[in-house]
């Protein structure tokens, strides 16, 4: 488990992580939302161990991770550019990574440098972008650690690429419990991996949630009352995030189970009444701007 506490860093005057708190539970995939600048890779990084916090705490599994070989033996940190040796070639990398990480699956590795067509002779110098980043996400998977922390992992990586990346993630999860830290400013790219977000913005988290606790306590329903009057009863008996309407057409965004929120039209004559699944975007507009934030500016552009 990682446990993140009351952790703040600036740099030349300008807070780049402000008081932020979060436990990172084991065995799931943990997505780290924001924009560019929000602080997501300062988090990492202090995380890895890179950057010493100013304030506050970051312990993996109840070793404080700055300074400490231990704590960072259990993890690996794939940069959103990273870092190889000045003309190497990915199987120069692997002998390095062995040295540092016992646990290194130098089989698999290569099972998958072959899967993904990159050749491990060649000079990493030579690779494209695309290419160096699943070179990098291999190295990090394969590295045997217990933690994996991304950043923007997804980012230059071609549809089929961050399909197949996700399935080794799934795998990797199954057989030996590795837990992945993937920060992203993309909701989408990480809705069908994550099981549990945190979205930050300018420094601070603003929202940590399960996924599934999420989507289940938030609908969407659509309804058109036989009586229009009645809609004032149904809204009383809903806790109403957002309404809007075209014509007849009543589309209310509500916090609930999806039988609490259809209890509230017991009772009254509808002509049509459905509930929808929200995407995590839908999700997460719905849930900031009820505590003053436009996430559609934030993450959406």
């Given at each position: 488990?990682i446990?993140?506490?009351?952790?703040?860093?600036q740099?030349s005057?300008?807070?780049?992580?402000?008081?932020?708190?979060?436990?990172?539970?084991?065995?799931?995939?943990?997505?780290?939302?924001?924009?560019?600048?929000a602080?997501?890779?300062?988090?990492l990084?202090?995380?890895?161990g890179?950057y010493?916090?100013?304030a506050?705490s970051?312990?993996?599994?109840?070793?404080?991770?700055?300074?400490?070989?231990?704590?960072?033996?259990r993890?690996?940190?794939?940069a959103?550019?990273?870092?190889f040796?000045?003309?190497?070639?990915?199987?120069?990398?692997?002998?390095?990574?062995?040295?540092?990480?016992?646990?290194?699956?130098t089989?698999?590795?290569?099972?998958?440098?072959?899967?993904?067509?990159?050749?491990a002779?060649?000079?990493?110098?030579?690779?494209?972008?695309?290419?160096?980043?699943?070179?990098?996400?291999?190295?990090?998977?394969?590295?045997g650690?217990?933690?994996?922390?991304?950043?923007?992992?997804?980012?230059?990586l071609?549809p089929?690429?961050?399909?197949?990346?996700k399935s080794?993630?799934?795998?990797e999860?199954?057989?030996?419990?590795?837990?992945?830290?993937?920060?992203?400013?993309?909701?989408?790219?990480?809705?069908?991996i994550?099981?549990?977000?945190?979205?930050?913005?300018?420094?601070?988290v603003?929202?940590?949630?399960?996924?599934?606790?999420?989507?289940?306590?938030?609908?969407?329903?659509?309804?058109?009352?036989?009586?229009p009057?009645d809609?004032?009863?149904a809204?009383?008996?809903?806790?109403?995030?957002?309404?809007?309407?075209r014509?007849?057409?009543?589309?209310?965004?509500?916090?609930?189970?999806?039988?609490?929120?259809?209890?509230a039209?017991d009772?009254?004559?509808m002509?049509?009444?459905?509930?929808l699944?929200?995407?995590?975007?839908?999700?997460?507009?719905?849930?900031?701007e009820?505590?003053?934030?436009?996430i559609?500016?934030?993450?959406?552009?």
């Open positions: 488990m446990e993140i506490s009351h952790v703040s860093k740099f005057g300008y807070k780049a992580v402000d008081d932020v708190s979060v436990n990172i539970q084991e065995n799931q995939v943990f997505g780290l939302i924001g924009t560019n600048g602080g997501k890779s300062t988090l990084r202090m995380m890895s890179v010493q916090p100013d506050g970051i312990t993996i599994d109840g070793d404080e991770v700055y300074r400490n070989v231990k704590a960072k033996s993890l690996f940190f794939i959103d550019e990273p870092y040796f000045e003309n190497g070639t990915p199987a120069e990398m692997v002998r390095y990574y062995q040295s540092v990480y016992p646990e290194f699956r089989e698999k590795f290569y099972s998958q440098m072959k899967n993904f067509g990159l050749d002779d060649r000079k990493i110098k030579t690779f494209s972008k695309g290419m160096k980043k699943q070179l990098a996400v291999l190295l990090g998977i394969y590295s650690t217990k933690y994996v922390f991304c950043d923007e992992t997804f980012d230059g071609d089929v690429m961050r399909q197949g990346v080794i993630f799934a795998s999860m199954d057989e030996r419990g590795m837990t992945p830290v993937i920060a992203s400013h993309n909701l989408r790219e990480l809705e069908d994550c099981d549990h977000v945190g979205l930050i913005h300018k420094g601070g603003l929202l940590s949630k399960d996924i599934e606790e999420l989507k289940c306590n938030i609908q969407k329903i659509q309804c058109v009352f036989a009586n009057d809609c004032d009863k809204v009383s008996k809903l806790k109403v995030l957002k309404q809007e309407t014509g007849s057409l009543y589309t209310l965004t509500v916090r609930g189970t999806r039988e609490e929120a259809l209890a039209f009772g009254i004559s002509t049509f009444v459905e509930t699944g929200l995407s995590l975007e839908e999700i997460f507009i719905s849930e900031t009820v505590v003053g934030y436009d559609k500016k934030l993450i959406l552009g």
